[in-house]
Structure formats: structure tokens, C-alpha cells
């Protein structure tokens, strides 16, 4: 157990649909970080979130969204989904970054 | 943006012998950080070592080390005395250390699969 918890590990849901990926941080962490992994392709960073308040874009489409709460728990939110969302989510915590990250299990989307 | 390249897709080793993963990157900071991390087939992110770019000393963690050349801007990774839990996708990550926006996510290479032989 890494300490960063993702639910749910699975999810399969239809094209057009709306989902929430849930990741609650390592204790003490404050960095929350969201990325996406297509088959058989690297890490893709969506965004960061610290303390409450987003730091950092990258790839992220318009159609997702994310947010971290008092708690410092975070949810990604993916709306419309289509066929090309289907991959592996990766959530992961650090505390100041230097000393890496702690990544989460991942919740693997399935889209059909 | 930060971009990382790992130049080898698929890399093999016979069990009990070295083999040395290669990546690139290109940034024009001065300080950064870098890592490998390891995916094994249950998908898990494993931090395997990481390297501070103001250190010139290579970081080692157990069998595994690196070769940190800045002027260069490379940083392989040797494993030696290869395990066959080695087998695993490596990939290749930088954070830069200027953090006035606090902004400090990864930047990935796109990994190589590493196979290892009985």
C-alpha cells in the first residue's frame, strides 16, 4: 500500500457519460497530481492541485475537470466521454515534490 | 515544456547481468530533478532512484545507478545483477526545482519495456 488510495480500480461506462475519479493523497501531502496513461504510453500530466488550489495544466481537455477539497482528497471529473478516453488514471500525492511522488494503484476506464 | 526521450522501446538482459536504460531530456533550467520509475505488470508507479542536478555524484539504491551527465543532459540507468522481478516498463521523468508557481508535476518519457531472460 502506497498510501495514495484511487477509487474505484475499475470503472466501464458508455460513450457520452460523466464520471468521477476519486484519489485521497498520502497523509501529509498536500501535492495532488493527476495523470493519464493510454495503453502502452507514457504518462500523460492532466493537472496539480495544492492545498486546495490548482498549480499547474497540462494536457487536460476541456471536457474533464478536477478539484481538491479541504480534506486535501481530489476528484477528477470526465464528462462526454468518448472511445479515446479509455485508459489508466494515475493519482499521485508528494509533500514539496523533490524526493518523487507517491502514486496511487490507478483506476483503469473502460468506455464502450 | 520540458520533453523527455527514451530512445529504446524494448531492451532485454540475461538474468545476472547488467543493462543500462538510456534517456535524454531537454530543458533549459539549471536545477531540476531527476528520476526513474518502474511500472511492472500490476501497473504500479515505483520510484527506483532519483538525482538532484546540482549533485554531481551518480545516485545509487542497491543494484540500481545511475549515469548523470548534465552538459550532456542524459540519465541512464544501470541495473545490475538483473532480477527477473526487474521485468518491468521504466520510464524516465523530470521536475524542474524553480517553484515561485509551485507547479512541480513530472514530465514522462514514454518508457522502455525491459524483458528479463532465465
Known amino acids: 500500500d502506497s498510501g495514495v488510495t484511487q477509487t474505484p480500480k475499475h470503472l466501464i461506462t458508455a460513450t457520452g457519460q460523466r464520471v468521477t475519479l476519486r484519489c485521497s493523497p498520502r497523509?501529509?501531502?498536500?501535492?495532488v497530481y493527476w495523470y493519464q496513461q493510454s495503453l502502452d504510453q507514457g504518462l500523460q500530466f492532466l493537472i496539480q492541485?495544492?492545498?486546495?488550489?490548482?498549480?499547474a495544466k497540462g494536457n487536460i481537455l476541456e471536457r474533464f475537470s478536477a478539484q481538491q477539497f479541504p480534506d486535501l482528497h481530489s476528484e477528477l471529473n470526465l464528462s462526454s466521454l468518448e472511445l479515446g478516453d479509455s485508459a489508466l488514471y494515475f493519482c499521485?500525492?508528494?509533500?514539496?515534490?523533490?524526493?518523487?511522488?507517491?502514486f496511487g494503484s490507478g483506476t483503469r476506464l473502460t468506455v464502450v | 515544456a520540458q520533453t523527455v526521450t527514451q530512445s529504446q522501446p524494448e531492451m532485454s538482459v540475461q538474468e545476472a547481468e547488467t543493462v543500462t536504460l538510456s534517456c535524454t531530456y531537454d530543458?533549459?533550467?539549471?536545477?531540476?530533478?531527476l528520476f526513474w520509475y518502474k511500472q511492472p505488470p500490476s501497473r504500479q508507479m515505483i520510484l527506483v532512484i532519483r538525482?538532484?542536478?546540482?549533485?554531481?555524484q551518480n545516485a545509487t539504491e542497491n543494484r540500481f545507478s545511475v549515469n548523470f551527465q548534465k552538459a550532456a543532459k542524459s540519465f541512464s540507468l544501470k541495473i545490475s545483477d538483473s532480477q527477473l522481478g526487474d521485468a518491468a516498463m521504466y520510464f524516465c521523468?523530470?521536475?524542474?526545482?524553480?517553484?515561485?508557481?509551485?507547479?512541480?508535476?513530472?514530465?514522462f518519457g514514454t518508457g522502455t519495456r525491459l524483458t528479463v531472460i532465465p
Open positions: 499521485a500525492s508528494s509533500y514539496s515534490g523533490g524526493y518523487g511522488y507517491t
Open positions: 521523468a523530470y521536475r524542474s526545482a524553480f517553484l515561485q508557481t509551485g507547479a512541480n508535476n513530472l514530465f
Open positions: 492541485y495544492y492545498n486546495g488550489e490548482e498549480r
Open positions: 497523509s501529509g501531502d498536500l501535492s
Open positions: 530543458t533549459s533550467e539549471s536545477d531540476y530533478y
Open positions: 538525482q538532484e542536478a546540482y549533485k554531481q
